[in-house]
């Protein structure tokens, strides 16, 4: 397949859930994706890249309608996403799969691999069930595996070779989309590089696009054609992956690229302030102010608006776009 244009659109997804403070507290409204807007091109992958609790798992969700978002839309091929639980959208589920973080809690226990590898075919009635073995044996070469392998359970695999065979089930429908969920995250550092490299391999030889969730950014930057930084709930930064690793222009990209470790680097890490974001508790204004080291006044009273710069990079930053100068960091009076 050729890589390119748009297979997969999201625009201004919004995901809210009740949440009750303390025991006997109120319930509050928790924004866990708040206008989201994200393309997936063929045969590229977009990276998408946050803190823990951003909000990135539950817009990979949305974007395959395993969760329904309450406003926005998600498109495929340019037609709306069927209503989940409809044919249509079964029909389309067998084109989207998800490839999620624990290998082990993603595959059944009691049964063998290659039982497992065939499961789509058969739920989706996909090839003459005579084909089955056929399939899977190519299915589990294709990812590494030995055709053998495919006889033994889940714990009589490595972590690696679990996740292997968790890729072999997700491209037994030749899916057009992989949403791949902090895919390397449980596996040891050792393993980590050989799935990313079957990624790719797997990218090249089947032209499947990808969203790839993590808060790993070096591991985004290896995988992906275009990045999309979250903070709370939004895209704060998306651009290509050099561009924006290399020379970041939202505040809080750069806090998270500093705190790369590398052999090489001179200038100092960038320590965040305060705490970790609470998506009940959104701050005024821009969401990262009470963090940022050059927050203005203004940041606290005005959300920044996500919008290209010069260069075509998509920012959402009052001081990235020369709308105001840059501040010492919000210090809680300054707003008043
Ligand atoms: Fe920091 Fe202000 Fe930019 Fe938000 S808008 S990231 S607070 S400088």
Redesign the pocket.
């Known amino acids: 397949m050729k890589p390119g244009g748009a297979l997969l659109e999201a625009e201004g997804l919004v995901r809210r859930y009740a949440m009750r403070r303390g025991f006997f507290g109120h319930a509050v409204e928790v924004r866990a994706v708040d206008g989201v807007s994200l393309k997936l091109e063929r045969g590229r992958t977009l990276g998408l890249v946050g803190e823990s609790g951003c909000g990135k798992s539950t817009t990979g969700r949305l974007v395959l309608g395993m969760e329904m978002p309450d406003a926005g839309r998600v498109s495929f091929e340019g037609a709306t996403m069927p209503q989940p639980g409809s044919t249509a959208w079964r029909k389309l589920r067998a084109r989207m799969q998800m490839v999620f973080q624990d290998p082990l809690g993603a595959l059944d226990r009691r049964l063998p691999i290659a039982t497992q590898i065939a499961e789509p075919l058969d739920i989706h009635a996909i090839g003459a069930a005579s084909d089955r073995s056929a399939r899977v044996e190519a299915l589990l070469r294709a990812v590494g595996l030995r055709p053998d392998q495919g006889a033994r359970y889940p714990h009589e695999l490595s972590g690696g070779q679990r996740q292997r065979a968790v890729l072999a089930r997700a491209l037994a429908t030749d899916p057009a989309v992989l949403v791949c969920d902090e895919p390397i995250s449980a596996l040891d550092v050792s393993i980590q590089a050989q799935v990313m490299n079957l990624l790719l391999d797997l990218q090249e030889q089947f032209g499947t696009s990808m969203l790839f969730v993590s808060h790993d950014l070096r591991a985004v930057r290896q995988v992906s054609h275009r990045v999309a930084v979250m903070y709370l709930g939004r895209i704060?930064e998306e651009g290509e992956p050099d561009a924006v690793l290399h020379d970041p222009a939202?505040?809080?990209t750069r806090a998270l690229v500093s705190a790369i470790p590398h052999p090489g680097r001179t200038g100092q890490r960038m320590v965040l302030q305060g705490d970790p974001p609470n998506p009940a508790d959104r701050p005024s204004g821009?969401a990262?102010?009470p963090r940022?080291p050059?927050?203005?006044s203004f940041?606290a009273r005005e959300a920044?608006v996500l919008k290209p710069r010069a260069d075509g990079r998509l920012i959402?930053?009052?001081?990235?776009h020369g709308e105001v100068t840059?501040g010492h960091g919000?210090t809680g009076q300054e707003a008043a």
């Open positions: 704060v939202h505040p809080y821009c990262f102010h940022c050059v927050a203005n940041c920044p959402a930053c009052h001081v990235a840059a919000f």
